[in-house]
């Protein structure tokens, strides 16, 4: 899969994979999710049981052979699924005894034990180095050739998040600071692009998931040093653009200045204080993630309760960033653990993937999408970057938006009976046809009765306290957004008093020791 | 009202036509094609088969990739923990198969620890699996045995070595044949095999019910735990026709297989019901009495669509093996031009009495070479061309219509009340790029 991204987001590069028919699903994610008009340039051998008795090798070397005859591609990857794998066909070895113009660039992705990331990164690395190797260095000085400096942007891929956009961003801030952009690979790059990376005076590791080992490795054989930080954020993108100043040489302070971005002030409109100490889950790539934990406290003043990554590859990062919010980080590819951890937190908003937002919505909890694995959702029509000052603004939106707006809170307190304001109302700008918070909280209980009732989420944890019929309405009493809550801080105060019956003193026993 | 007369004139096929079933088939040369493939692999029928059986879960003995395929591709959205998972294969796992039995038996105990819920459990071999020999087989009996009859263990494969897309079905439902118990002796009943949507089941039954079928069966059953009888007295329906490999089985316990077309549109709904009602005994004019009504309804329905359908030229890409009888009814009953009807397989014994009503000089394709195939529709240039999500956008790029056939196997299309509405799935696309101005 990882191979197959970076094929797709080059031009004149094609992919042959070892792979059983079935793998070839893989080409309506980038068809249907990014919308994108052509197929992923990626040939499967597609090979059946009936083929396993006799030469696969054979099969192997024939879809070699059409896909470069009908493709005509100017660098060949060629690798093997996890099954073809098994087989042990070698089908790279195959490839390069075949005699084709083009190079071939063997790809040995450890399929059952490396990941998606991993295997983007290490195709991209492979593509790089075979292309680049023996090149000489080169000393490029922009002062003495009379130019402004160059970078070259790396690690930008088809299905990656809001790649597109970012690119523009990028560029656009570079530009602001007097840096032309050399190239963007993998993203939008031939073959003959990839062999003027080195004309660049330094790169810029975009995305380190899909990047960093490129980037490490041509400052090792280039001499070309990297702008290490990642854009995404107010604060993240002055840093970026003081880095770049520092590996170029150039001032960039009028650049930093005149940067025009919206989130200061909106964040400190009065509107805005609502949103203070907000309680965030947030969970994606570990860039990704870092980066809205960094937004989350410094640009939006919520409280960061969970911070997580499914990227092993970047643990180390991680955890040093969740040190700082005094959290411990959750790595893991379990998205039942991720989603345990989210109903254990209970936070009041979710920044993840697109699992994390099934997670979100299932728990009623707002959310927003901050990184891949991506939806259809994730490729909008109009402008979106993450990074650089656009792409504060655009988070701004994206994050606040989910979360009932500041006068609304108030609203809801205040006519809380009301029509337009009761239990069930969905929040005014989330429209007739979502579920709210409440309904969906009130659709999981049972209508408060005479008897003492247990919690739906604790059917068959015997030791779950049971709620007096009294305690049950005094709870709807508390504004939905925040009911959720009250209910499960109540029940683990029972809990870990031994109190098997919840009484209206129990509620607020437990508001008072928890706090809002 | 009386059927006779607002009988409408499209219902051209009379039902003597069935009398042709089984035997001119022959008429229509198949072009073989052996390539690069662009289908799903059987792990996909998880998607349907386990909203379809409720008291089972599905558990996907395989890699990463296979995990991505039911988690991403197949569009599955999670919510809940679902009733499927994957058991993910690593690389000490591929090291030895006792250590990889062993982890599996472990996997199975805590998810059933977890899942109280789960009556019956069918582990799933995939392309990884099969490779390394895993014999799931061999270790649904296994466990089994250690659950002491309250889980029920089944293990079928799903694998794309040997199954494509809805072949995965066919492998599920021929592992729970020898568990349906043996009907009694001398008992006459009708079973009716193929996932279908709830409503069109109900709708069915109703059918079956005016009919006088004595006794109704589906297979799969809502629940596993409410297995079919199955004996020499069964009459067996197909109603979708990837199920081949189930009804040779349950043949082999005994049932008999009726062989008639698939329930899409008016006549072959009409020629399906007509085919069990015959085994019964059933005289045709109470066919005819029964479905005159939903018949005269779907044909109204109809009517609606046809005119935008007829003379247009369609060609299908091999998917989901509905190709052969949505074929059918789009040329016989909406007047559409066949112009290349791609099949991943033909499975005669399944598609002969559809095969006898598809026109002797069709371009019929088995198997496929995707590029050359392309090759082929780029040439023809179809008004519509039924394919997998994978080539859709692509081919609209080119400026090619497609209707993405996944949604036909997904959808209530099946029987009369949705005879209009498998037609509006193939108007929808030419009707959006009529009115679309850019």
Redesign the interface.
Known sequence: MGAIRIAASMQGVHCVLHAPQGDSYADLLFTMIARSAKRPPVTYTSFQARDMGADTAELVQRRLREAVERFQPRALLVGEACTGELLQDQPAALAQGMGFDCPVIPLELPAFTRKEHWGASETFHQLVRSLLRGQPVRAPDPIAEGRRPRANLLGATALGFRCRDDIAEVTKLLDSAGVDVNLSAPAGATPEDLLRIPEADFNVCLYPEIAQSTCAWLERMFKQPWVKTVPIGVGATRDFLLEVGQVAGIDTSTAIAAGRTRLPWFSRSVDSTYLTGKRVFIFGDASHAIAAARIATEELGFEVVGLGSYSREFARELRAAAERYGIEALITDDYLEVESAVLALAPELVLGTQMERHIAKRAGIPCAVISAPVHVQDFPARYAPQMGFEGANVIFDTWVHPLMMGLEEHLITMFREDEEFHDEAVASHLGSGSVSAASADVAARPAATAEPTRSADDIGADAAPLWEPEAELELKKIPFFVRGKARRNTERFAAERGVARITVETLYDAKAYFGR | MTAASERPQVVAAPACDLSHVGNASGGIAVQREQ??????????GIVWLHRKIQDAFFLVVG???CA??LQ???GV?????PRFATAV???RD?AGLADCNEELDRVVTELLARRPDIGTLFLVA???S???KLDLDNAAERLSREQQGRVRVLAYSG????T?FTQGEDTCLTALVPELPEAPAGTDSLLVLGTLPDVVEDQFRRLFDALGIPSLYFLPPRRASELPPVGPGTRLLAAQPFVGGTAAALVDRGATLLEAPYPFGIEGTRAWLGAAADAFGIAAARVEEVTAAAATRAARGLERYRAQLTGKRISFLPDSQLEIPLARFLHRECGMELVEVGVPYLDRRMMGAELDWLPSDLRLTEGQDV?RQLDRLRADRPDLTVC???????L??EGLTTKWSIELVFSPVHGFDQAADLAELFVRPLNRRERLAF
């Open positions: 390539g690069q493939r662009q289908v799903f692999c059987g792990l996909a890699s990463r990739t991505h395929l991403s591709a197949a959205m999670i919510f809940a923990e294969l690593g690389d591929l995939s392309c990884p099969e490779v390394i694998s794309g070595l040997d494509t590029e997998g999500l994978g080539l859709a956008n692509p609209e790029a």
